[in-house]
């Protein structure tokens, strides 16, 4: 199970989740959110992230021409369009900055169905997407809730790698282990307040996630010796 930790804000929050071995870091680019950061310290962020560790930019709804500017300023792996964006629209925009990308879905059980959000992955799937990520709908939210949604609602045969997000945290996040999905993604769950994590939070969570790596450690944050100690396992 792949894990990306969403709406970083500070410098000590990134290291963290380095010496975690988080799989993903998540800037968020979206103003009204209070977890948003602008341009400039999105570079300072994304700069302390090493090699084979991805940095994703979150947008909502941003025009060609500020999703480009965002690009030559700062060193993002990967997009995640998490508005009200189009296959097509996708699809153009990370053309337009040759990066690889992901779109989120609000999911609402009222309006959803298993068929209707296989059909929507299938679309988005056409288009090139890299990853479908699956969050709890809100009236006037794009994400960031701390909601959960149905999770019945994950096809079991996804044309995308499923990425789920929406209420997890450290103390349900293990359930997620048997549903059909590639990774997991948590904000809220491992903060003290938003825009600033928890790192007890961020530890628990990744034992909870990664309980083969972690099998030996404690919630103390691992040094090189347990690291290669477990590789030599």
């Known amino acids: 199970m792949h894990v990306k930790f969403c709406g970083f804000t500070?410098?000590?929050?990134?290291?963290?989740?380095?010496?975690?071995g988080v799989d993903a870091v998540g800037l968020v680019f979206y103003p009204p959110s209070p977890r948003a950061v602008t341009p400039m310290q999105a570079k300072t962020l994304s700069a302390a992230v090493p090699a084979?560790?991805?940095?994703?930019?979150?947008?909502?709804?941003?025009?060609?021409d500020e999703l480009v500017e965002l690009a030559n300023t700062v060193p993002f792996d990967i997009i995640q369009f998490h508005g009200d964006e189009?296959?097509?629209?996708?699809?153009?925009l990370?053309?337009?900055?040759?990066?690889?990308?992901?779109?989120?879905?609000?999911?609402?059980?009222?309006?959803?169905?298993?068929?209707?959000?296989?059909?929507q992955?299938?679309?988005?799937?056409?288009?090139g997407a890299s990853s479908i990520l699956l969050d709890a709908y809100h009236q006037h939210k794009y994400g960031g809730t701390g909601a959960r949604f149905d999770w019945s609602l994950i096809p079991e045969d996804s044309a995308l790698p499923v990425i789920l997000a929406g209420g997890l945290d450290a103390d349900n996040v293990a359930t997620t282990s048997a549903l059909p999905i590639y990774a997991v993604d948590v904000s809220g769950g491992i903060e003290q307040d938003k825009g600033k994590k928890d790192?007890?939070?961020?530890r628990a969570f990744?034992?909870?996630v990664k309980r083969d790596r972690w099998q030996n450690e404690t919630l103390?944050?691992?040094?090189?010796?347990?690291?290669?100690?477990?590789?030599?396992?």
């Open 206 to 208: 990744m034992k909870a």
């Open 220 to 233: 103390s944050e691992p040094s090189n010796k347990s690291s290669q100690s477990i590789l030599a396992k």
């Open 121 to 127: 992955i299938d679309n988005f799937a056409a288009a």
């Open 10 to 20: 500070q410098l000590s929050d990134i290291h963290t989740a380095i010496r975690l």
């Open 199 to 202: 790192a007890a939070k961020m």
């Open 52 to 64: 084979f560790m991805s940095v994703v930019a979150l947008v909502v709804n941003m025009p060609k």
């Open 94 to 119: 990370a053309s337009a900055v040759k990066k690889r990308w992901i779109k989120a879905l609000r999911i609402n059980a009222e309006q959803h169905t298993l068929d209707s959000v296989r059909a």
């Open 86 to 92: 189009t296959p097509e629209e996708c699809e153009q």
